[in-house]
């Protein structure tokens, strides 16, 4: 039962830090909004995996490394902060280009899959940008952790908080994807891309300055 109560406390720990809103939100409610549910999703689903290659990174120590070789740590937050500022800049340059909204079925349009991995990779880099959530996943692990944990354990857990990672997103992508939600989108695109690339470049910026601090 310790066990049980363990990994809940774990999950819940983490699934509040999951709706929190952040870069990962921004960019899934970006792409529904912007290309339907079909691109959120696969968006989601690399938010998943990078949530739990994070898990995977806790467990084995990363934290552990990041403090013994600081120069590490720098340059992933360097490269994280580069990237969402990066990204910010690009949503920001396309706020006046007008969107064609594609509709067409992924049954007859052979460019799905190839949009499908685009956004998959665009989900995992996203998620994996900012390296401070390895630190947290480690900080939960460590404070809620049972005492000798088994394989069985720790691999239920990497799979459950990638679940709720993407889960969550999926929420958010097929709330966001709907048709209301799209047209708001449309009537607003300018001043809605601008709003959601500035605050993506301020996250990236602020990344990069709190770069040298613990």
Not at 188 to 200: F, I, P, Q, T
């Amino acid at each position: 039962m310790a066990h049980e109560s363990a990994l809940l406390a774990m999950l819940l720990a983490l699934g509040v830090g999951a709706v929190s809103p952040g870069p990962s939100f921004m960019m899934v409610a970006r792409t529904a909004t912007r290309e339907g549910r079909r691109p959120a999703c696969w968006v989601a689903l690399g938010m998943g995996l990078g949530a739990m290659l994070f898990a995977l990174a806790a467990l084995l120590g990363l934290q552990a490394v990041l403090k013994a070789v600081p120069a590490v740590y720098l340059g992933f937050k360097l490269l994280g902060g580069a990237y969402l500022l990066y990204l910010g800049g690009q949503i920001w340059r396309g706020a006046r280009q007008p969107l064609a909204l594609d509709e067409t079925s992924a049954a007859i349009n052979p460019d799905a899959p190839r949009r499908d991995g685009r956004a998959f990779g665009l989900g995992l880099l996203t998620q994996v940008s900012n390296p401070k959530t390895a630190v947290v996943y480690t900080s939960v692990f460590a404070a809620l952790m049972p005492a000798q944990p088994s394989l069985g354990f720790l691999a239920a857990l990497v799979v459950l908080v990638g679940c709720i990672e993407a889960g969550w997103y999926l929420v958010v992508a097929r709330a966001l994807s709907a048709p209301a939600a799209r047209q708001a989108y449309l009537r607003s695109k300018g001043w809605v891309d601008r709003l959601a690339g500035g605050l993506m470049g301020c996250l990236g910026l602020r990344l990069l300055a709190t770069a040298t601090e613990p």
